[in-house]
């Protein structure tokens, strides 16, 4: 998922950068894209948790335990850090800047970055056994 969740964010910061180099200014909302990459996101999560419960059936119906849990809220709580750095900073951007194109863009990376960094983090930590 994360590795999607990236292709997803450089295709779209992609597009960004080559609208706002053609028109000399930082390129509006796309909303057309960002609904495109919400619909991929979903699909391809329900796919990749049919696909788990295919491979593995015993632990797709078995409830999180403690340990797993634990990992899970604590992947969560971290990831929340990694969103609200970037939501601060492009805050600021705005408040310096008053540009509300990019203080867009920059809330829709970070709602990506902190995503990211939630399955990041469940990867390092039930790796580690934490």
Known sequence: MALILIA???FYFDKVVRITDAIGRTAPPII??????VVVI???SVTAMIALSVFSPREADA????REERILDKAGH???????VPLLGALWHFAVNGDGNMLFHLVFLALM????A???FQIILF????
């Open 32 to 37: 057309g894209l960002v609904i495109a990459y």
């Open 42 to 44: 979903v699909i391809a």
């Open 8 to 10: 997803g964010a450089i």
């Open 118 to 120: 939630e399955y990041t």
């Open 127 to 130: 790796r580690r056994g934490a």
């Open 78 to 84: 971290w990831s929340g850090y990694v969103l609200a």
């Open 63 to 66: 409830p999180a335990d403690e």
């Open 113 to 116: 970055l902190g995503q990211i």
